[in-house]
């Protein structure tokens, strides 16, 4: 073991609560630091939780929790505009199904298991700089106070304060070219399967939608917007006005049209620019180390960015229960983790230029898709390796 005591987590998202509970199950005594004043009450839209993802939350003990709050996906239904079915994923044999969960309610949860056992959360400590020597590392916050421990993980997200510190040449998210949009249809008929996710490329825009349990039917899409707007820019202007750019932009599309009709500025979630993060070249330095969208935050496009952060929260905890130093232990996590979690990210990208393409494109996708699914669109090939990969915590990592 690296001699690890305690350690210092930087945000308090999704891999914060899950990191700390991995290190406290590896003996090591984490406290969670965030710069927001509270818990992420009503923040955030929807996520995906994976097969993959679910599985590391059963090592932390939150898996059942976890599953009672998620609307289980169990197919995914690729369809053109003219709402015509061009393939579909149902899930895999003995793989639970992925989970549709409202990202505050989940940090909710996990906030409350940590809690459950014994991690404490700071709230209003927004890290602006650390301090390091030979045996520990200060967090300096931006109200004043520190903290010391003998590691520090930057858990803060998309946006790392911690990346930077490691890196100052580190990159930071750029704009996939298409703003996210959401809301809740009412009063339609029954639009969807129950339990099935849709992906529709409609005409110009792609739409994705669900049946919630009381009938009623969800939605996201992505606009292609040629500049990146925050989502307090996006919010800045009126809803009603978004919402007539989208019943245009969705007049034409099946059931893209419908939703939207059905859809009251009320009800509309305006999340602003799509953003990912390119591949970050260091992931640690001295006693700093990067986990969950601070190293690797692919496109939503993936459905695997939480889940991608459960994953390497658990191997993060293993290495530095296993390894003797600190140094190995980071090298033998980013080795664990890099080439997995940059092939989900490139494999997004792809995803995100398919959904920025233009009308040729899209139709090609259309008759293209249903004879890629009979080769190599198999749901084994797509999913397999993906929903399949599992951590034994029991195995111990070596240098
Ligand atoms: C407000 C918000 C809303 C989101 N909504 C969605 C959504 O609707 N759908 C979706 O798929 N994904 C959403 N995400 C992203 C999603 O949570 C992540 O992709 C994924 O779950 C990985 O989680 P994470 O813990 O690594 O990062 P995050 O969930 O982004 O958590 C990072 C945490 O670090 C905190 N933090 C940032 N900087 C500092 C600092 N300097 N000091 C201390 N703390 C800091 C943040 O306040 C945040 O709580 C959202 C993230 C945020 C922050």
New binding site residues.
Partial sequence: MANIKTALI???????PVTALALRKAGIEATV????PSS?QG??????VAPNGLDALRIIGADEAVRAIGLPITRMVMANGRGKSVGEFPGLPGMPPSLLIW?SELCRVLHRHAAAHGVSVEYG????GVDQTATGITARFSDGSNASADVLIG???????VRMLIDPQAPGPQYTGLLGFGGRAMGSDAIGRPGAMHFVHGKHAFLGHWMEPDGSAMWFGNLPHPTPLTAAEARAVPAAQWLETLREVYRYDVPGGALLAHTSPEQLLV?GAGEILPPVPRWHRGRMVL????AH?PS?SSGQ??SL?MESAIQLARCLRDLPDVATAFLAYERLRRPRVEKVAADAARTNNRKASGPVAKAMFSLLMPIAMKTFFTPEKMFGSLHGYRIDWDDVVTA
Avoid: N, Q
């Fill in positions: 930087i945000g308090g998202g999704i891999a914060g630091h965030e710069a927001y992420a923040v955030g839209g929807t996520l995906m990202r400590k927004r890290v602006i858990a803060d997200g998309i946006r790392s304060a999340t986990v969950g969208d601070a935050a939503s960015g939480a952060a």
